[in-house]
């Protein structure tokens, strides 16, 4: 017996020795299947062995075939076992591998773990990996919860130096600065290669990642630069647009804006609300005010325009304002989106500065004010006594700054409830990032750029509105303006 196994055992290695050695190379490679790669950030037990296979009992069928006597034609057959049993080992460790890989990360933990914490763009890249990511990546649910995710980041403007008697085109572009990274990331949510004097924009709302805007023609728009959906809404021409919220008994956005002449006498504000996707017309609210002592404000008529810095905070339902006739009257003025009426709320009169701004800070309200030298910035403390207190005190490095740029007069914004500030000059292509201590973070500059940061914040949103999806059937429509330069 034992004669007889090392003669086959001899007889295997002679025929072995006969096949070309890209041939032998294969077989030992199938005879011996890769390890599944790890994951370095998976702490892993060691794989199980590897149990006997069809290709295994291939190899031993080969050997056997090997041992005959007549090389010649048995060799063709050898070979076209060793090419099947290659296909058939590579089967099996493909499908260990999706195994291992299954085991090592659950679909849950990839979705709700890993996918959900990508920026927009890197998760539409992922979605091509395969058909399981596609159709995560397309599921509204999910879509909404990424969009909750994602961190809140002011705007930024910025745009050639114009002048009014000449018609040159420049670039103009409104950005999102994340300023918790480092460096700061900055994504393109608007571009325009045609800017001028006359030809103009104004940002007038953002809203869980849509943009209302319009342009020098007087016509208004709302985008998703995200998904570069688009529309135009042409029953707000004519308007002033006071704000956009989402109503939350309704799941719909909604459009207030008013009609009528903004004047100190005898003004005539009439306000209305247009539902975004909706066929009717807009529904015409009046003059709604809950005392006398608001109705001043309200028929003044609202100006959010985004080069003044302070445009309204959609905070627990309610729009905030802040309005500003001369020195003697002042206020913030809120809408109850949900009973659709105005009311007063207390300016903080122990704050006498200049340019005051809204913020959301954390589920509470912020407003901030700046000079030429430092920043300060209140936060509602109780919404019943209306009280405020200050939270931050910021001293711009002007010894830091005053090197790099001409102008000593500087400007700023706090855009975080962290106290994160913007500042910039009038006159310098110089933007600076500073901390609530007043260090300086990080500097920004742009060759033939000016920059300031609008008072808006961006949430972005890969969530496809329905009443943004164009009907089938018609043509590809033309970019517009606001997209061609992305």
């Known amino acids: 017996m034992q004669g007889r196994a090392d003669g ?14 890209r041939n032998r190379l294969r077989l030992m490679q199938s005879a011996f299947p890769r390890e599944v790669p790890i994951p370095h950030f998976a702490a892993l037990p060691p794989p199980p062995q590897q149990q006997d296979t069809a290709a295994d009992s291939s190899i031993r ?43 090592v990360l659950p679909e849950e933990l990839i979705a709700w773990e890993i996918l959900l914490r990508l920026r927009g763009k890197d998760l539409i890249r992922c979605g091509a990996v395969c058909r399981a990511w596609r159709r995560l990546t397309s599921d509204p649910d999910f879509l909404l919860a990424h969009h909750r995710r994602q961190p ?15 018609s040159d085109n420049v670039d103009a572009a409104i950005d999102a600065f994340d300023l918790q990274q480092r460096p700061t990331v900055r994504q393109p949510v608007l571009r325009f290669n045609d800017y001028s004097h006359r030809r103009r924009f104004v940002v007038h709302a953002s809203c869980d990642g849509l943009i209302l805007l319009s342009l020098s023609n007087g016509r208004f728009y709302l985008c998703n630069p995200a998904t570069r959906q688009w529309i135009s809404l042409p029953k707000l021409t004519g308007g002033s647009v006071a704000g956009m919220y989402s109503h939350t008994a309704s799941g719909e956005y909604r459009v207030l804006y ?64 802040v309005q500003l006739w001369g ?17 007063l709320m207390r300016y903080p009169t122990e704050f006498h500065q200049p340019c005051p701004c809204l913020l959301e800070m954390g589920g509470t309200l912020g407003i901030s004010w700046h000079s030429t030298t430092m920043m300060k910035l209140c936060v509602l403390q109780d919404y019943e006594t209306e009280a405020w ?56 500059r742009w060759d033939g750029l000016l920059s300031s940061a609008t008072g808006f914040q961006f949430k972005e949103s890969l969530f496809r509105h329905v009443f943004l999806e164009r009907p089938r059937g018609r043509g590809r429509p033309r970019q517009p303006r606001f997209f061609r330069g992305l």
């Open 8 to 21: 086959a055992a001899a007889g295997e290695t002679s025929a072995s020795q006969q096949l070309p050695a």
């Open 389 to 444: 207190s200050l939270k931050y005190q910021i001293e711009f490095p002007v010894a830091q700054i005053s090197g790099m740029v001409e102008s000593p007069r500087f400007s700023g914004m706090i855009v975080s409830e962290d106290g994160d500030a913007l500042i910039h000059c009038s006159s310098s292509f110089h933007m600076f990032h500073i901390d609530s201590k007043g260090k300086l973070l990080q500097k920004f």
């Open 61 to 103: 069928r080969v050997s056997a075939v090997a041992a005959a006597d007549d090389p010649g034609r048995k060799r063709q057959a050898l070979e076209r076992s060793a090419r099947s049993m290659e296909k058939t080992a590579k089967k099996v460790r493909s499908q260990d591998s999706s195994a291992a890989t299954a085991a």
């Open 152 to 166: 809140s980041v002011p705007l930024v403007s910025l745009h050639g130096k114009t002048a009014w008697n000449r």
């Open 258 to 321: 008013w009609t009528g002449t903004r004047r100190s006498v005898a003004p005539d504000a009439v306000y209305h609300v247009l539902t975004i996707g909706s066929s009717a017309e807009p529904r015409c609210i009046g003059q709604p005010i809950d005392s006398p002592s608001v109705k001043f404000f309200v028929a003044s008529g609202l100006n959010n325009l985004m080069f003044s810095g302070c445009p309204p905070v959609l905070l627990h339902d309610c729009l905030y304002w």
């Open 327 to 343: 020195l003697e009257k002042k206020a913030i003025l809120v809408f109850d989106t949900v009973r659709e009426s105005f009311r």
